[in-house]
């Protein structure tokens, strides 16, 4: 829930110093979710896999410029980026509840 951090947040500086941070830890999520689908799909549908996983952060910037903005100017900035926390925490839940390891090959760590 690093965007609750922006909650307080008065400055532009201190904005920026935020969204810098969160995007150090945002970083090593990427090539991780990428081993995780590599591992963990099916060969013949590896490629669909891989492209909905790029394409995804593509969208989902795609639909915050559409809907955040609105939000934000009804509800206020720092009600916005509540409610965007929030949203956050059912899905950490939902993808906690059906991802599976995969199986460990044999010969590799």
């Not at 909650?7 to 969204?19: H, K, R, Y």
């Not at 490629?47 to 903005?69: H, N």
């Amino acid at each position: 829930m690093p965007v609750f951090g922006l909650v307080g947040i008065n400055s532009l500086w201190s904005a920026m110093l935020t969204e810098f941070l969160i995007g150090l830890g945002v970083g090593p999520m990427y090539p991780v979710s990428s081993k995780a689908i590599m591992d963990g799909v099916p060969s013949h549908t590896l490629a669909f896999a891989m492209s909905l996983k790029q394409t995804g952060p593509t969208v989902a910037g795609a639909i915050a410029a559409l809907t955040l903005s609105a939000l934000a100017l009804a509800v206020g900035s720092c009600s916005c980026a509540v409610i965007l926390s929030l949203g956050i925490v059912p899905l950490g839940l939902i993808f906690l509840a059906f991802y599976v390891d995969p199986p460990s090959k044999k010969g590799t760590q």
